[in-house]
């Protein structure tokens, strides 16, 4: 399918998202869209893709015919299809019953025909997927099959991805790019939107870069990550060095630590973080990082062992017990877990300090959201609703809600699907907590992440822990081994 975008605008209120987009994907090929975090990557994107609707004068077409989209649905009948960063599928629902979901005709499909055709689906792409199973029992990289499965029985020929590798392990994004390598051989497009240089430059048979909603141009291979920097910056941005670590006291302690849910069983954990330290949690999705990281929080109580914060047992207390000894849990869901869609900044500053009486300062909360926003270079304003937000400015107001002083932040996918400037800047309020005697749990899926920022790195597969690794000493192959399965004869189960 080749697609012409001509004069693309899109306000949202003040709000220029995009700003007059010309833009042409021959059929066929890997598009790259690549741009920092609000540069209009996904609102592009979205009108493409008929979920929002473009300002008068914008054009889209499709194999040279003018077309109008008004919804999804238009625009699946146009052939064009799109995987959001989080899938949009039922978890509670079978895996067939999601295939199904948009399939016109019965309202009672025959789910015989259905199973055969999911079947020869799975065969034909190389995917490993029950259409019995539970979707809550997929990782994000299978719901991520199930979604792209889905659109190809719908009819799909042109496949927008939005940041599809957030959130996903290293094989399964390998496995990812191998399948969508695949779609041009069956002449169908593919736009690929990352701020990830590395996975465009490997995938993308060509890259548009956007900056603050603007088109800045478009880079052809061999690709220079530099330019690409400039391009989707307008300066050069590097990591830096790796900033050093005074290790204080312990924090926490684990002793003789035993966690369980439904899946996993985790024993003899003994592990401590001390004041000022970084440590990073690597692994496999699902392999018991999560675990770990909510008994840290006081989310998850441990079924044997003893948990101290600075001396205190806090073993089967609850979260608000640890919240008030001075831990704070940032979750990777934002605006599931963290954040209250609907509610202002303000409204979200007012309700993370202590209440100064009875009735609510409304003046002093868009004072302290003016403050916030400023010190954390969120593009907001105080009367900006969360949601509204980019993910990045999400995650920065993740941050500027936390308490001062801290003994220990958790944080899960601190960085996930945002650009590297948002990352540096996102760690560099972290590490100014670390001089302040605060100490740092996270989890990510990105290894050059957990080497550039952690001092120690625990690796988890199938519920055991390694012990911990030097960060300095280690690098991304050993990392990838443990993580998946190779060199534990040489751990000793899950004394961290």
């Known amino acids: ?111 015989k025909e259905a199973t055969q055709d999911f079947i020869l689906l799975t065969q034909e792409y190389g995917f490993l997927l029950d259409p019995e199973n539970y979707v809550d029992a997929l990782t994000v990289g299978e719901r991520q099959q199930l979604e792209i499965m889905r659109l190809i029985f719908l009819g799909v020929r042109l496949f927008i991805l939005d940041e599809p590798t957030t959130g996903i392990s290293a094989s399964q994004k390998e496995k990812l790019f191998s399948t969508l390598k695949k779609f041009p051989e069956q002449a169908m497009t593919v736009i690929f939107v990352s701020h990830k240089l590395e996975d465009v430059e490997s995938l993308c048979d060509r890259v548009a870069v956007l900056r603050a909603g603007e088109l800045v141009g478009e880079v052809n291979p061999p690709y220079q990550t530099k330019k690409f920097v400039e391009m989707m910056f307008g300066k050069e941005v590097t990591l830096g060095d790796k900033q050093p670590t005074k290790i204080g006291d312990t924090v926490l302690a684990m002793n003789n630590v035993a966690l369980e849910d439904a899946r996993l069983k985790i024993k003899d ?22 675990l770990f990281m909510r008994a840290c929080a006081g989310l998850v109580r441990p079924v044997g062992g003893k948990i101290q914060l600075k001396g205190q047992d806090l073993s089967g207390k609850s979260y608000h017990t640890y919240k008030h000894a001075g831990v704070s849990f940032l979750p990777a869901a934002r605006l599931e877990e963290a ?65 001062d002083p801290l003994d220990l932040i958790l944080l899960e996918h601190p960085t996930r699907g945002l650009d590297i400037e948002s990352v540096i800047y996102i760690w560099n309020k972290l590490k100014e907590r670390c001089k302040q005697n605060t100490s740092i749990i996270f989890i990510s899926s990105d290894l050059e992440e957990i080497l550039q920022y952690s001092d120690r790195v625990l690796v988890f597969f199938n519920g055991k822990i390694s012990n911990p690794l030097d960060a300095n000493k280690t690098n991304v192959k050993e990392l990838g081994q443990l993580i998946g399965g190779k060199g534990w004869a040489d751990e000793e189960g899950s004394h961290a």
Not at 4 to 28: C, D, M, Q, R, Y
Not at 49 to 68: C, H, N, R, T, Y
Not at 272 to 289: C, F, K, P, T
Not at 341 to 359: M, S, V
């Open 269 to 290: 954990i003994n592990f401590e973080i001390h004041a000022g330290e970084v440590v990073g949690l690597a692994g496999m999705e699902g392999s018991g990082q999560d």
């Open 1 to 111: 399918m080749h697609v012409e975008l001509k004069n693309i605008n899109k306000h949202f209120g003040k709000v220029h998202a995009n700003k007059n987009i010309n833009l042409t994907i021959p059929s066929g090929s890997i598009q790259g869209i690549l741009g920092e975090n609000g540069a209009g990557k996904s609102t592009l994107m979205k009108v493409l893709s008929g979920f929002i609707q473009a300002d008068p004068g914008s054009e889209i077409l499709l194999d040279g015919k003018p077309v109008k989209m008004n919804s999804p649905a238009d625009a699946i009948q146009y052939g064009i299809g799109m995987l959001h960063q989080d899938p949009l599928d039922f978890p509670p629902m079978k895996v067939l019953d999601n295939f199904l979901l948009g399939i016109p005709g019965s309202f009672f499909p025959n789910r």
């Open 339 to 403: 954040l209250v869609p609907g509610l202002t900044l303000t409204d979200h500053f007012i309700l993370a300090e202590q209440p100064k009486g009875i009735f609510i300062d409304k003046p002093a909360g868009e004072k302290l959201a003016e403050e916030r926003i400023k010190s954390f270079n969120i593009r907001g304003t105080p009367l900006s609703n969360v949601e509204s937000l980019s993910g990045g400015n999400q995650q920065r107001a993740e941050l500027a809600l936390l308490q």
